[in-house]
């Protein structure tokens, strides 16, 4: 099983960057599609951007054109830049392969946008 660790979250004002990264255990890149989530309080986890072993992404609604989804193979990392942070972008932010294996998700990172 592959362990995943996200960081880079924290408090920031609105209209703020943050810059969340996620790194796996092992080297699984080349073969997976990664993805991030978030889980604002008493909201279900919704899918924010996924990027494939190519490179090519997709993004929800609420989110195209402020956040970039990325990856660096050789680091077994991927990277979510949020621009034009919004209050209602704050949640706790996951990464995670696709599929997901057997319901495991790592302990997330926190993003705050305050008003």
């Known amino acids: 099983q592959v362990q995943l660790v996200e960081s880079g979250g924290g408090l920031v004002q609105a209209g703020g960057s943050l810059r969340l990264s996620c790194r796996a255990s092992r080297s699984i890149f080349s073969f997976k599609i990664m993805d991030w989530y978030r889980q604002a309080p008493g909201k279900q986890r919704e899918l924010v951007a996924g990027i494939t072993y190519a490179g090519s992404t997709n993004y929800a609604n609420s989110v195209k054109g402020r956040f970039t989804i990325s990856r660096d193979n050789a680091k077994n990392t991927v990277f979510l830049q949020m621009n034009s942070l919004k209050p209602e972008d704050t949640a706790i932010y996951y990464c995670?392969?696709?599929?997901?294996?057997?319901?495991?998700w790592g302990q997330g990172t926190q993003v705050t946008v305050s008003s």
């Open positions: 995670n392969q696709r599929p997901v294996v057997g319901n495991y």
